[in-house]
């Protein structure tokens, strides 16, 4: 069962650099997330995805961009990376965007330099 | 934005202890979540609960919402060694449809 699948695990990158994060659910889900995790801060929400075609910003939207590619598929970009977005990003999905029950990707370790 | 606050932040705890843990809020919430993350994996739901007084289990796990609705405990009882992790508190604000993540307790076990 592979449930939320996130690639890569871990990616290191200087400043300025840019990179897309990969998230794939093959759980049918509606509606699909992306969190940032750092340390004393929870999980914050940086971009969701209601349903395919729609995306709205999160908690910490800036710096990045997203796109739902499909209903299977929600991608993260950072267009120029920053030391502040070394995080571990999480990516979710959930049958719908009131209630049910969210699952997690096991994550991707990000560095910038 | 909305700040959802746990206690303890980390606890270290004899193996067979039992503990306990909150989270609270500034506003009122619908819906409490408890969440584990293993190392290195992403967070898992272990309870969820739907209403003001609500005390639901999940084997060894105890959760409750608040009379307030502004605030929730966990209790694990006789703790073991596969407990170690962080637990989250989570949860939509009342009217809203994102999840709120807590600050999150770690909690480390003692063989």
């Known amino acids: 069962n592979a449930g939320v699948t996130q690639t890569p695990k871990f990616q290191v990158l200087k400043t300025g650099q840019s990179m897309t994060l990969q998230c794939a659910q093959d759980m049918n889900h509606n509606s699909m997330y992306w969190y940032r995790q750092d340390p004393g801060m929870g999980l914050r929400l940086i971009y969701y995805s209601a349903s395919e075609g729609t995306t709205d910003k999160g908690e910490v939207p800036n710096g990045y961009n997203v796109s739902r590619l499909n209903k299977r598929e929600f991608s993260l970009r950072l267009e120029s990376a920053a030391p502040s977005q070394t995080s571990v990003y999480f990516c979710?999905?959930?049958?719908?965007?009131?209630?049910?029950?969210?699952?997690f990707g096991e994550g991707s370790r990000l560095t910038v330099l | 934005g909305q700040q959802l606050n746990q206690s303890p932040q980390s606890m270290f705890i004899q193996e067979g202890e039992d503990v306990s843990m909150n989270c609270t809020s500034s506003?009122?919430?619908?819906?409490w979540l408890w969440y584990k993350q293993d190392p290195g994996e992403g967070p898992v739901l272990l309870i969820a609960l739907y209403k003001a007084g609500e005390l639901t289990s999940n084997g060894r796990l105890t959760a409750q919402f608040g009379i307030t609705r502004k605030d929730s405990f966990l209790n694990i009882s006789a703790s073991i060694p596969s407990d170690v992790g962080i637990y989250f508190c989570a949860g939509p604000p009342a009217g809203g449809n994102k999840l709120t993540f807590g600050t999150g307790t770690q909690l480390k076990v003692e063989l």
């Open positions: 506003s009122i919430f619908n819906t």
């Open positions: 979710a999905s959930k049958d719908r965007l009131f209630g049910g029950e969210l699952f």
